[in-house]
C-alpha cells in the first residue's frame, strides 16, 4: 500500500470512494449514516468534498496504482462544531473501498493522519462520526487510539454523532 497527497484533480476519486461507501452501506441496509444517495449526486456532497480537498490535505491510499481509501485533514472540524482554544488537525471524509477490506486500509491512513499532524507540530489530532446504530464506528476510531471527548446531534436530533481525539 501507497499513501499519497492528493490534489484537486483528485476529487472524482475521492468521491467514487465516498459513494461506494455510501452503496455498501445501503447493502447492510444503514443508511441513516450518509443516507443512500451517493455523494456524487448530491450538489451538497460535491461541494463538501470540494470545500475540505482545496482547503485542507487530500491522500490517497493506493495498492498497485488503484485508490482504496481516502482521508483529508484540515486545520479544524466542519462547521457544524466549534473549534477547540489550541492547534488541531482534524480528519474528514474517511472512505476505503470496501473490496479491500479486512486490508488495514483505514487504520494506515489514520496511522499516516497521526504522522502528518506531528510533522506539522500538532499534538491533537480529531474526528467525529456516526454514532448510532451499533456504534460500531466510534468503536472502530477507538481501536485506533482516538477517545470519546462530545456527543452532539444534527438535525433536530435526528443524526447522532461523535468526536473522538487522539493526543500526539
Given at each position: 500500500m501507497r499513501i499519497r497527497k492528493g490534489t484537486t484533480d483528485d476529487i472524482p476519486v475521492i468521491?467514487?470512494?465516498l459513494d461506494g461507501a455510501v452503496e455498501w452501506l445501503v447493502s447492510q441496509g444503514r443508511t441513516r449514516q450518509w443516507g443512500?444517495?451517493?455523494w456524487s449526486?448530491?450538489?451538497r456532497g460535491v461541494e463538501t468534498v470540494r470545500t475540505y480537498v482545496t482547503t485542507g490535505e487530500p491522500w490517497i491510499a493506493e495498492i498497485d496504482g488503484?485508490?482504496?481509501g481516502t482521508?483529508?485533514?484540515t486545520d479544524g472540524p466542519g462547521p457544524y462544531l466549534p473549534r477547540v482554544d489550541?492547534?488541531?488537525?482534524?480528519?474528514?471524509l474517511l472512505a476505503?473501498?470496501?473490496r479491500f477490506s479486512g486490508r488495514?486500509?483505514?487504520?494506515?491512513?489514520?496511522a499516516h493522519a497521526a504522522t502528518e499532524t506531528r510533522r506539522a507540530g500538532v499534538r491533537l489530532l480529531r474526528v467525529d462520526c456516526y454514532a448510532g446504530d451499533d456504534g460500531e464506528l466510534v468503536d472502530y476510531y477507538e481501536r485506533n487510539g482516538f477517545t470519546r471527548t462530545e456527543a452532539f446531534t444534527i438535525g433536530d436530533d435526528t443524526w447522532p454523532g461523535q468526536v473522538l481525539a487522539r493526543r500526539l
Open positions: 468521491l467514487a470512494l443512500s444517495r451517493p449526486e448530491l450538489p488503484i485508490p482504496v482521508l483529508t485533514l489550541e492547534p488541531e488537525r482534524y480528519v474528514h476505503v473501498d470496501h488495514g486500509i483505514g487504520s494506515t491512513l489514520l
